[in-house]
């Protein structure tokens, strides 16, 4: 069955911002769809409003709209674009809920628009818990029992038939959001109000609880002629009850005997046929109950989902890129084995080594968060190890999380592992409630000498991964009482998965002495293939891992070579924009003839897909790992500058042992960020700073701040995302900052700065070929300093900076560039104040807004810079002048605070947003309204807005909310700021504050009253009243803000839409419209070759 | 000192049905899956009453067990049987060799012994060309194995090695069994009154198992229906006329995709055996009578036949999958088809 030729283009649907739940894993997705398509001569137009993607690069579809992913967005793309064909299963949860919203809406019919891969019928019996259960027991298969309620005195009868632990769920939500474990009456109907509530139909599922069950998960494909494959067995090491996204997860299942084994592969395939999954791939959730073998099927999602991409990277066949081409007719055995390329892709792969996924968890970001996991996803990312045993899987495993920790080794404190005490009760105790650092907690509760058999009752975890864990306890053991280490003791250590940095530690030494020491033993890791097939046929793939046995299979190749660093696992600060530029700078470098070799742990991210570089080494990136990969490959150079703080910290220690740094040097990156050489270079290049000091202790710090007056802006240094980042007001609160911050980063002093109130600030990304520079664009941050630039949304170009402060801070940005021998990317960021432009940060590296500013301009930056480092002038390319947008892209940030109950959504100077949207427009009202819905803001088009405003706001608030007035939008407000508008001729309705009585602003916000939310602090520390109105309107799903500078700026929006619709239009069309492309004289090949 | 041809299996599980299984009779067997014995073993699970592979070859033997249905540790189960095993061994490393060079003679012997005594029993052990060992593994006593059920056939077995499973999916058909030794005369299991024959499995070089041309041609004069596994695949091509020949390395695992011909469809099939029967396109060189019925998609190796116009089918792979999956389970129930229709061309 050849390709359908009666489809020409199909619509494709990304998956919006990075949530949790919804990451990067559906940029690799996505990404491997359109190439998968594109190569069959499909027009491929694709929609997702998340520019940090890869798949958004213009050159990778034909049609590219950066435009919100709703329902009615989508449509409009349909109506100019009319493709002939829709996938829906490539975005996630986004894109499968639209698709079906626009077959029900008759959307796709009146256009003509076929839905392929999987039909509106088989979504529905999938996503729909009731049907799916129905087709089920159709099949004679079981799933959990309970039922389906639309109320608290429904769900109260199910539940009196199962009895608690009871599991309710929302129907059609991410990632199981407004959903919970009830162990009695009372948390029952707190579970299910949040669900219903959560729920986009007012429906939650009660299930039978399978707490402690064993979890598994199948990965299957389906072609159009009913050829079935299980490509991956996934067995979660932590049982059922906590989300799979939430599990440390193993490939393949281990503790299944064959019959068992089978019986999950039958039922899978029953499923997959049943449910009419026709063409692609699917995922399906089993619980097994471990004391009867008892099997029940929890649930399927008709589409690729964060697992699919960790089973083709655990197993190395692509199933994004398999299921797009069966979804336009191919069979699986008309496709080839990627990695074999000689034997068909209607196989099932085997794996000859053990994959283990752990999550990677923000809650330091959040301390008020509840760290309890449990069927709501909580984590923010993942990494992924390779190993030939579980242990040594399990060991690269923590070592590849980069949470400071060097492997699996417990803190200095109980605290720190989540304890208060370690006695066996106390650890027990612990044991039972899964959290981030249960694994620690098994650690120690093994060193205490509990057996197996209690750590394994108490956490529900298998004795055989217990037993497994014990082994390497042991190890430790026996090697921190030997007296001199041997050859032979140093191998089975390294064989265990040992770090030389762990070995280090337990026998006192510094990681260098280990390392000499082994490579004097002539101890030296092995590569080996990811390949399929357990090494049955040749691989032509080299997709590798290390190992410690007697066979290398990675042989260097006499080609000049670069090794890209990727950005680890993906965590608040450092996403899928640096995978964007890791990603760009391996292309970049593959056209300018070098051999690529990538190096990453994220098995989400489009970069450890094993076509993207000519060589992927699956690997910790930590000093041990790469500096192995460096002595085999022998590159010119590393390129560290795209991958976020990840490779930039490895440069250090890296460039100190002499391994060769491409482009902008290790000495520059470090005067750029060392507070006193960067100070001297300022005052050099006459730039103005914030005054500022460092500080050791709470004393010094009180000094300097004296000297430099409050408010003032305090973080430790060498931090990701402003972590531990606060603005302080008075010495009391310095002290007590203080206490936590040096906790927090020992080995650095902590940053005081003047901290500039009311300041614009601005980000200004360039690329340097270390002669000349280029300015990708000045980015004004649309909420004032103060909060984090990556939590602000921005704009380009700048909407209220004046030209002379933007070409002031073009000129700095030069300057800065061209004194530290920039070679590659720089970001600076600026504050004007009073009419002085400061210099806050300079970044030598690719910052956070290069995939959108490349976006926005048309201009690849990441690549262009990747070439620079290996020597290409920027005039080659033609650049002779900076880049132009056409029109005005606007950035936003979307936020956690959904998915983590307690945690206040107020912004500051430590960032908490997990992704990003843009929009893009002709006027900034329109492209602020687009990235507004874009990050899933409901925009009221009339109504009630409730404002509630800090004293010193209420003057800068007027004129924003007579705007509103005028635009005929109901003003209510809380009593002070009623009265202050009522004076100046707003009407206003005064409306309770919580503690005033009821129905106060909370009660209204709960019963829909209120469309719109403008709430200042209340001076610096939320109090308790603001905060209950934040989280009801973050509840209730009304937009919010807490700045008047993005009330001024929806309020431009809402006049915006109330006026005219903004136009989809396609990035291609959009900047070769405006001539970007032709007045840059890109040479040919330059943006393509993807 | 075990001695025998060291082969690999892909298997991910199934670690005691691989053991147990009589086709692996004289070889080691190195397990690509690295870690093994992880759920232990559970007696339901032997495919015979005992072991009968030579050796195995692991990379890491779990030191613990976990399942609920395990009666025991691998360890000990290997112990008690006498299997010879080996771990921390670069299986990769091996399974590669294996992949170019072939598979080979080997053995898994102490240190004490000495490399080159090892050496030297290795090569004096007779190559897996040309040996017959069906012999070895087969039942010395027929035996009856009763239907599940009402009895809806008489069928006799042949046990040149067979798989407790395959008894196991024609008993739970309604078949109504007789295991017949393998040197069993055609006359005698002719005459017993019975509806259809199943050639087992087992181990060993076809082309050494002697008496296959009468066997075949008897049983094929009554045209009585006829179904073969495995070995008895390649012995029922050998009786109409075909040739088997040893591939490098065999096919040993739970993933091999097979198309059968007549519906384009794929299965994912469990295989495990070191000879093939030679066919060119859908015609097998020798065999006129014989149709391609099934290919193995990977290397395009012939994987079942039929006859033009008797009720015989024949497959390599093994569809009673023990350990592997059921895809293939639909053969059973063409063999009782075939005996519905009764004797007689098709």
Same mark, same amino acid.
């Given at each position: ?205 009660? *299930? ?14 389906? *072609? ?32 299944? &005997? ?150 699996? !080794? ?64 042991? =190890? ?34 510094? !990681? ?167 100070? =001297?270079?300022?005052? !050099?290049? #006459? ?222 100077? !430590? ?149 005219? #619709? ?29 | ?130 040996? *017959? ?48 030794? =393998? ?8 005459? &017993? ?154």
């Amino acid at each position: 069955m050849p390709k359908r030729t009666d489809i020409k283009s199909v619509l494709l649907l990304g998956s919006g911002p990075i949530v949790i739940g919804q990451a990067c894993e559906f940029d690799y997705s996505g990404t491997q769809a359109v190439r998968a398509l594109r190569e069959e001569g499909y027009r491929v137009i694709l929609v997702n409003s998340n520019p940090a993607t890869i798949m958004t690069d213009p050159d990778l579809a034909d049609a590219t709209y950066i435009e919100p992913l709703t329902r009615e967005w989508v449509e409009r793309v349909i109506e100019r674009e009319k493709p002939d064909a829709l996938l829906p299963t490539m975005g996630g949860q986004t894109a499968l809920n639209i698709s079906l919203e626009l077959s029900d809406a008759g959307v796709l019919d009146q256009y003509g628009v076929k839905l392929i891969g999987a039909d509106a019928r088989a979504i529905r019996m999938a996503e729909d818990r009731e049907q799916f259960a129905t087709a089920m027991q159709r099949i004679g298969l079981s799933v959990p029992h309970g039922g389906f309620v639309g109320s608290l005195e429904e769900a109260l009868q199910v539940v009196e038939k199962i009895g608690f632990p009871a599991i309710v769920r929302p129907s059609f939500t991410l990632g199981g959001t407004g959903g919970g474990i009830a162990y009695n009456r009372d948390e029952f109907d707190q579970v299910v109000r949040a669900g219903l509530a959560a729920s986009p139909v007012g429906e939650v599922l009660v *299930d039978r609880s399978v707490i402690g069950w064993k979890e598994f998960e199948l990965e299957v494909m389906r *072609d159009h002629a009913d050829n079935v494959v299980i490509v991956c067995s996934i067995e979660n090491f932590d049982a059922m009850g906590v989300h799979t996204g939430d599990s440390i997860t193993v490939a393949p299942a281990l503790t299944l &005997s064959d019959l068992e084994y089978q019986r999950l592969r039958d039922a899978a395939i029953a499923c997959i046929r049943e449910i009419g999954v026709d063409a692609g791939g699917c995922n399906i959730q089993f619980a097994v109950n471990p004391d009867d073998g008892e099997m029940l099927i929890i649930e399927m999602n008709p589409r690729v989902s964060r697992s699919s991409a960790l089973a083709s990277k655990a197993t190395g066949f692509p199933i994004a890129r398999i299921g797009a081409k069966l979804a336009v007719g191919y069979r699986l055995d008309e496709l080839p084995n990627a990695i074999t390329q000689m034997t068909p892709a209607s196989f099932e792969p085997v794996l000859d080594y053990i994959v283990v996924k752990i999550p990677r968890f923000a809650f330091e970001k959040f301390p008020t968060a509840d760290a309890t996991l449990g069927v709501q996803m909580k984590a923010v990312g993942e990494i992924m190890a390779i190993g030939r045993t579980f242990k040594e899987a399990w060991m690269k495993g923590f070592r590849s999380l980069e949470n400071g920790r060097c492997g699996w !080794e417990c803190s200095d404190t109980l605290a720190d592992d989540g304890l208060t005490g370690d006695d066996p009760a106390s650890l027990l105790a612990a044991l039972r409630r899964p959290t981030a650092e249960r694994p620690f907690q098994i650690k120690r509760a093994l060193q205490a000498g509990l057996d197996v058999e209690a750590i394994s009752e108490a956490s529900h975890i298998d004795p055989w991964f217990i037993a497994q864990l014990e082994e390497i306890v042991e =190890a430790e053991d026996r090697y921190a009482a030997v007296e001199a280490v041997t050859r032979d003791e140093l191998l089975e250590m390294k064989r265990f998965g040992f770090g030389d940095a762990q070995l280090a530690r337990i026998r006192g030494a510094s !990681e260098a002495q280990v390392r000499e020491e082994r490579w004097n033993l002539g101890i030296r890791p092995s590569y080996k293939m990811v390949d399929t097939c357990a090494g049955e046929f040749p691989a032509a793939t080299p997709y590798l891992y290390s190992t410690y046995e007697d066979e290398n299979e990675s042989i260097r190749s006499d080609r000049r070579k670069v090794v890209v660093l990727g950005s680890g696992p993906n965590r608040i600060g450092q996403g899928v924009e640096f995978d964007y530029c890791c990603v760009s700078a391996a292309m970049a470098l593959a056209e300018e003839g070098y051999e690529t070799i990538m190096v990453n742990s994220n098995p989400e991210t489009v970069s450890t897909d094993f076509d993207v570089s000519d060589k992927l080494y699956f690997e910790p990136l930590t000093l041990e790992n790469v500096l192995e990969i460096v002595h085999l490959e022998q590159p010119e150079g590393l390129v560290v500058q795209t991958g976020g703080q990840t490779p930039l910290l490895l440069a250090k220690k890296l460039d100190a042992i002499g391994v060769p740094i491409l482009g902008t040097s290790v000495d520059a990156i470090d005067r750029a960020e060392d507070r006193e050489r960067f100070e =001297a270079l300022a005052r !050099e290049l #006459k730039i103005e700073q914030p005054a500022n000091g460092l500080a050791m202790s709470a004393a010094e710090a009180i000094k300097v701040a004296e000297r430099i007056g409050y408010p003032v802006l305090v973080r430790p240094s060498y931090v990701l995302g402003g972590r531990a980042m606060e603005i302080v007001y008075d010495d009391e609160s310095l002290k007590s900052y203080f206490e936590r911050a040096i906790r927090a980063s020992p080995e650095h002093p902590v940053l005081i700065d003047r901290f500039l109130e009311d300041a614009f600030e601005a980000d200004v990304d360039a690329v340097s070929d270390g002669e000349r520079v280029l300015i990708g664009g000045v980015m004004q941050h649309i909420e004032d300093a103060g909060i984090h630039s990556g939590d602000s949304a921005c704009v380009v170009p700048p909407y209220l900076l004046r030209d002379d402060h933007v070409e002031e801070m073009k000129a700095h940005t030069r300057a800065l560039a061209t004194a530290l021998h920039v070679v590659g990317l720089i970001n600076v960021q600026f504050a004007v104040k009073d009419d002085v432009v400061y210099v806050l940060e300079v970044n030598p590296r690719a910052s956070r807004t290069v995939p959108f500013l490349s976006k926005a301009t048309g201009i690849p930056l990441a690549r262009i810079a990747a070439r620079c480092m290996v020597g290409r002038k920027l005039e080659e390319f033609g650049l002779s002048s900076d880049p132009l947008v056409s029109g005005v892209a606007v950035k936003e940030s979307v936020f956690p605070f959904d998915k983590l109950p307690g945690v206040d959504p107020l912004l500051g100077p !430590e960032m908490r947003s997990t992704g990003e949207v843009m929009g893009i427009a002709d006027s900034f009202g329109h492209a602020f309204a687009k990235a507004q819905v874009a990050a899933g803001n409901k925009l009221p088009l009339s109504g009630r807005i409730a404002v509630t405003v800090h004293d010193e706001d209420k003057p800068n608030a007027i004129p924003i909310v007579r705007r509103f007035h005028e635009q005929g939008y109901e003003i209510w407000a809380t009593a002070g700021t009623a009265r202050y508008l009522q004076a100046r001729g707003i009407p206003a309705k005064p409306v309770l504050k919580v503690h005033e009585g009821r129905p106060n602003l909370v009660d209204h916000l709960i019963s829909g009253d209120i469309d719109m939310l403008i709430n200042t602090p209340l001076g610096k520390h939320a109090q308790h009243d603001d905060y209950a109105i934040r989280r009801a309107a973050i509840e209730r799903g009304v937009l919010y803000t807490t700045t008047l500078s993005a009330a001024s700026a929806l309020c431009d929006a809402l006049i915006g839409l109330r006026f005219r #619709k903004p136009e989809v239009l396609s990035l291609q069309q959009r900047v070769i419209g405006a001539g970007a492309f032709a007045t840059t004289d890109l040479e040919p090949g330059m943006i393509t070759g993807v | 000192m075990a001695l025998g041809e060291v082969v690999f299996t892909t298997s991910l599980a199934g670690y005691q049905e691989i053991l147990t299984d009589p086709s692996y009779a004289g070889q080691i067997v190195t397990m690509t899956a690295p870690l093994i014995g992880n759920y232990g073993v559970a007696a339901d699970d032997d495919q015979a009453a005992r072991p009968w592979a030579a050796g195995l070859v692991v990379r890491e033997l779990s030191g613990r067990y976990s399942n609920w249905r395990a009666d025991g540790s691998l360890q000990d189960y290997l112990a008690r049987h006498g299997i010879a095993s080996i771990e921390a061994v670069d299986t990769r490393r091996l399974t590669r060799h294996i992949r170019s060079e072939g598979a080979m003679r080997a053995g898994i012997g102490s240190e004490e012994l000495g490399e080159a005594e090892i050496l030297r029993r290795v090569q004096e052990h007779p190559p897996m060309a040309g040996l *017959d060992l069906t012999g070895v593994v087969t039942t010395d006593e027929a035996y009856p194995v009763a239907a599940h059920g009402a009895e809806r056939f008489r069928v006799a077995v042949y046990d040149f090695g067979v798989k407790r499973r395959s008894l196991e999916l024609l008993a739970g058909r309604g078949c109504e069994l007789t295991v017949y030794p =393998a040197t069993t005369p055609a006359s005698e299991v002719l005459d &017993s009154g019975i509806d259809g024959i199943f050639l087992s499995n087992g181990p060993g070089d076809p082309g050494a198992v002697p008496g296959v041309a009468e066997l075949i041609d008897s049983l094929a004069a009554r045209e009585i229906p006829l179904f073969g596994i495995c070995l008895g695949h390649q012995l029922i091509c050998r009786g109409f006329g075909a040739e088997t020949f040893k591939l490098l390395y065999g096919h040993r695992g739970g993933n091999h995709p097979v198309q059968r011909l007549e519906t384009q469809g794929v299965e994912i099939t469990s295989q495990n055996h070191g000879f093939a029967v030679r066919c060119d396109g859908d015609l097998v060189p020798g065999a006129p009578d014989l149709l391609v019925s099934h290919i193995n998609l990977n290397d395009r190796t012939l994987e079942g036949v039929r006859h033009r116009s008797l009720p015989i089918v024949a497959v390599q792979y093994h569809p009673e999958s023990a350990p592997g999956p059921h895809d293939s389970r639909y053969l059973f129930d063409e063999f009782l088809r075939m005996m519905e229709n009764g004797p007689g061309p098709t």
